[in-house]
């Protein structure tokens, strides 16, 4: 999609691939996934 588009990899490609594969998310992005849970708990 993103070379027919001509979109740039990261801007929407990487992305998605992280959304549908969760081992590819960077440990930040996690982290704060994680951590934006316990402050809407709280």
Do not use: F, N
Request: aromatic share 2%.
């Amino acid at each position: 999609m993103c070379k027919v588009l001509l979109v740039a990899p990261s801007t929407y490609c990487e992305p998605k691939t992280m959304q549908a594969d969760l081992s590819r998310v960077p440990p930040g992005i996690h982290r704060d996934r994680v951590l934006r849970e316990e402050i809407q708990r709280v």
